[in-house]
C-alpha cells in the first residue's frame, strides 16, 4: 500500500524567512503533485512533477523530485503572509490519467508578520 | 471555461438516511473521481469512473456508490449515512489518455451528517 508522508505537519514561520517541506512516499512513482488549500476551500493545483530531477517555480514556491529518494520538496523563499494555506502532496501511481492519487497528511504553513 | 462544478455546496442529513452528490467535470475531461476529506486529513479516493463504469476503487464500503451519465458528469451516491461521514467530498476530472496529466478538482460538497 501506497504511504506519503508530509512533515512538518505544521510550520509557523515569520514573513521574509525560508523553509522547506517534505513529502516521502513508498512506493515508485514519477508523478508527484502538490496542491495548496485555503481553509474550507478545495484544492489548488501548484506543481506538477513528471520525472526525475524535475524542478518546477513559481513565484516563492519552489518544487522538486527525487524518484530515487522517493522525496519531493516544496521550498518556500521569503514568505509572506499569502501563503498562508495547507500544501498537500499526492502521488500517482497507476498508469494512465492522474485521478487515483495517494496524499499526505498536510503541512499548514502559519506566516506571521 | 466553467471548470469542475460540484453541487450542493453545502449539506446536512441525518444519520441513516442517504445523500447524492454531483458533479460535472471541466471541458474535455472524461474521467471523474471522488474524494473524501475528513477535518485535518488528506483527501482519500473513494473510486473513478471512465466510459460510465467504475474503473478503480479506493477502500471505502459498499454504502459509496456512484453513477457516471453519457456526458460525463457522475454522481456519488451515500447510503445508510454515519456521523464519520461528515466530511468535504471532492470530485476531480482529468482526460483520460496514457500520459502524463493533471487532475482538476472542483469545488466541494460539505456534508455534515447530524
Known amino acids: 500500500e501506497l504511504k506519503v508522508e508530509q512533515n512538518p505537519l505544521f510550520l509557523s514561520m515569520q514573513e521574509g524567512k525560508n523553509y522547506t517541506i517534505y513529502c516521502n512516499y513508498s512506493?515508485?512513482?514519477?508523478?508527484l503533485y502538490w496542491y495548496r488549500q485555503d481553509p474550507g476551500k478545495s484544492l489548488e493545483s501548484l506543481f506538477v512533477?513528471?520525472?526525475?530531477?524535475a524542478v518546477k517555480q513559481e513565484g516563492r514556491l519552489m518544487a522538486s523530485l527525487d524518484t530515487k529518494a522517493r522525496l519531493s520538496t516544496l521550498h518556500i523563499t521569503a514568505a509572506v503572509h499569502d501563503l498562508s494555506a495547507t500544501y498537500f502532496c499526492?502521488?500517482?501511481?497507476?498508469?494512465?490519467?492522474?485521478?487515483?492519487?495517494?496524499f499526505g497528511t498536510g503541512t499548514r504553513l502559519q506566516v506571521t508578520l | 471555461d466553467a471548470g469542475v462544478t460540484q453541487s450542493p455546496t453545502h449539506l446536512i442529513k441525518t444519520r441513516g438516511q442517504q445523500v447524492t452528490l454531483r458533479c460535472s467535470p471541466k471541458s474535455g475531461h472524461d474521467t471523474v473521481s471522488w474524494y473524501q476529506q475528513a477535518l485535518g486529513q488528506g483527501p482519500q479516493f473513494i473510486f473513478q469512473y471512465y466510459e460510465e463504469e467504475e474503473r478503480q476503487r479506493g477502500n471505502f464500503p459498499d454504502r459509496f456508490s456512484g453513477h457516471q451519465f453519457p456526458n460525463y458528469s457522475s454522481e456519488l451516491n451515500v447510503n445508510a449515512l454515519l456521523l464519520g461521514d461528515s466530511a468535504l467530498y471532492l470530485c476531480?476530472?482529468?482526460?483520460?489518455?496514457?500520459?502524463?496529466?493533471?487532475?482538476?478538482f472542483g469545488q466541494g460538497t460539505r456534508l455534515t451528517v447530524v
Open positions: 476531480a476530472s482529468s482526460p483520460r489518455r496514457v500520459g502524463r496529466t493533471e487532475a482538476f
Open positions: 512533477l513528471l520525472s526525475n530531477g
Open positions: 512506493t515508485t512513482s514519477d508523478r
Open positions: 499526492a502521488v500517482d501511481i497507476w498508469p494512465g490519467t492522474a485521478s487515483k492519487l495517494t
